[in-house]
C-alpha cells in the first residue's frame, strides 16, 4: 500500500521497509501493520491534538510528572506553546506507561522505538498467525474465561506493583493472542501513588473484566478482586504471583474504635447545644 506520510521518514530511516495495511483507526491513532526486516511489527500513529476525542481528562493526569518547571508552567497555562507542550505530556505517558509495563513483564505488547509520534511495537497474533482479535469479538467457554480472568488479575496485579493502573481496561483494550490475553491502549494510564481517584479506577478496571467473563462463568461474578488487591497495595503487601481469594472484608484492626465513639459523640454534643441555641432564639421571638 501507499505509504503514510506521517510514516514516510521511518521507511527513509530504514525502520520500517514496508507498511503491509492499515490495522484499525480510532479516536487516538491509526495502526498499521508494518515489515521491519523479517519481522511483522504495528506502527501507532497518533493523531494531532485538534483530531483527537479523546479528553484529557484531570482525572487521569493527576500525579503525573512534568520534569522541566518551564515545560510545566507552559502547560498550566493555555498558550499555543503550552498546549504542543500537554500533548507532547500526554503521548509520553502512554508511551512510557508501556516499556515500564514491559519491563514489569505485564503482557503488552513489547514496544520497539518511539519517533515523531510514531510508536512501533509487537504486532500480536492470534495461534494461526492472523492479527489477534478483541476479547469482545470472541466467545469463550466457562473454563477458558475463568483462566483469562485469572491471568488478567495476575496482570493488574503486576501493572499496580509497578506503580500503574490501566484506568479504562475492558474487554475492548485486551487482545486474544496466542498465549492469551493482552492488554493495549495505554493514553489514560493512571499513576497509583499520586492519583486520588486510583482506588476506585483500579477497582472499575477489575469489576469490568467480572462483569465482561462473568457472561460465561457466571460465579466470577460473586468475586471482588478489586477491592481486595488495593487493600494488599494499602498495606504494602501486594507481590506479583500472590494467592488472591476474590473475597474482601474490610479490616477493623487499623479502625480506632474509641476515636469514632469520641467523633460520635462531640457531634452528638454540638447538636444538642445548636437545638439548645435555637430554642433560646425561639423563645427570644415571643
Request: charged share 30%; proline share 5%.
Amino acid at each position: 500500500m501507499k505509504v503514510p506520510k506521517r510514516l514516510q521518514p521511518l521507511v527513509e530511516d530504514g525502520l520500517i521497509d514496508e507498511v503491509v495495511s492499515q490495522l484499525m483507526s480510532g479516536k487516538e491513532a491509526q495502526v498499521f501493520v508494518v515489515r521491519c526486516g523479517d519481522e511483522l511489527r504495528c506502527a501507532k500513529v497518533f493523531k494531532e491534538a485538534r483530531q483527537r476525542s479523546f479528553k484529557q481528562a484531570v482525572t487521569y493526569q493527576e500525579g503525573r510528572k512534568v520534569r522541566n518547571s518551564r515545560r510545566a508552567r507552559a502547560m498550566s497555562k493555555k498558550t499555543r506553546y503550552g498546549q504542543r507542550e500537554q500533548e507532547s505530556a500526554w503521548l509520553n505517558a502512554e508511551v512510557d506507561a508501556l516499556y515500564r509495563l514491559a519491563d514489569a513483564d505485564v503482557r503488552v505488547p513489547t514496544p520497539h522505538g518511539f519517533v515523531d509520534g510514531v510508536l512501533l511495537m509487537e504486532r500480536i497474533a492470534d495461534g494461526e498467525g492472523d492479527v489477534a482479535p478483541r476479547l469482545d469479538d470472541v466467545e469463550l467457554p466457562a473454563e477458558v474465561a475463568r483462566d483469562y480472568h485469572l491471568r488478567l488479575i495476575d496482570e493488574v496485579v503486576k501493572m499496580l506493583c509497578a506503580g500503574l493502573i490501566h484506568g479504562d481496561l475492558s474487554e475492548f483494550n485486551i487482545l486474544v493472542g496466542g498465549d492469551g490475553p493482552v492488554i493495549i491502549d495505554l493514553p489514560q494510564a493512571v499513576d497509583a501513588a499520586g492519583n486520588n481517584n486510583a482506588p476506585w479506577m483500579l477497582v472499575r478496571d477489575v469489576d469490568n473484566l467480572k462483569r465482561y467473563f462473568g457472561r460465561f462463568a457466571p460465579e466470577l461474578l460473586e468475586t471482588d478482586y478489586g477491592k481486595e488487591i488495593w487493600a494488599h497495595y494499602e498495606a504494602g503487601t501486594l507481590h506479583p504471583g500472590m494467592p488472591l481469594t476474590g473475597r474482601y472484608a474490610p479490616s477493623m484492626l487499623s479502625v480506632d474504635v474509641d476515636d469514632i465513639m469520641r467523633v460520635i459523640d462531640d457531634a452528638r454534643d454540638e447538636a444538642e447545644a445548636r437545638a439548645e441555641r435555637q430554642r433560646e432564639d425561639d423563645d427570644g421571638d415571643w
